[in-house]
């Protein structure tokens, strides 16, 4: 009992030390250590805003990658939020966990079709819930 005990304690030490703190800014921006497309975050003329928000609370403590037709985008963790420019046109974006726990959680993607308009602002609310992920337009 003693063997297994020691056993458990050193595996949970071990998973202790691998965990590293989420990188975070006081403005709740997205760090730019985890933006992969920083030319996105670039304000232009004839380009269209859309906002990323992830509520913050328990079930948003981990990492999502956010993704733009299937091209991660950047990281987000709860309580951050990023703006994007595009061009008018229709895109796919979708999350999923950054380090999924599980083979389930491998599998557990939330997806978003959004048709972009000229001069349009669009805002993204992403969210982590009992359920599973989801991604929706903010109305």
């Not at 913050?56 to 991660?72: K, P």
């Not at 389930?104 to 669009?122: C, H, I, K």
């Amino acid at each position: 009992m003693i063997k297994t005990f020691a056993a458990g304690l050193t595996i949970a030490l071990s998973l202790a030390a691998c965990t590293t703190p989420i990188q975070r800014t006081a403005s709740g921006d997205i760090p730019p250590a985890r933006v992969y497309i920083k030319s996105m975050t670039e304000q232009a003329a004839g380009l269209s805003q859309i906002t990323f928000s992830r509520a913050g609370g328990l079930l948003n403590n981990e990492l999502l990658e956010l993704a733009i037709n299937d091209v991660v985008l950047a990281q987000i963790a709860g309580g951050e939020h990023l703006s994007i420019w595009l061009k008018p046109g229709s895109y796919d974006f979708s999350v999923k966990r950054a380090q999924p726990l599980s083979s389930n959680a491998a599998a557990a993607v939330s997806r978003l079709t959004l048709p972009v308009s000229q001069g349009g602002s669009y805002q993204v609310q992403i969210s982590t819930e009992l359920r599973g992920l989801t991604m929706q337009l903010a109305r």
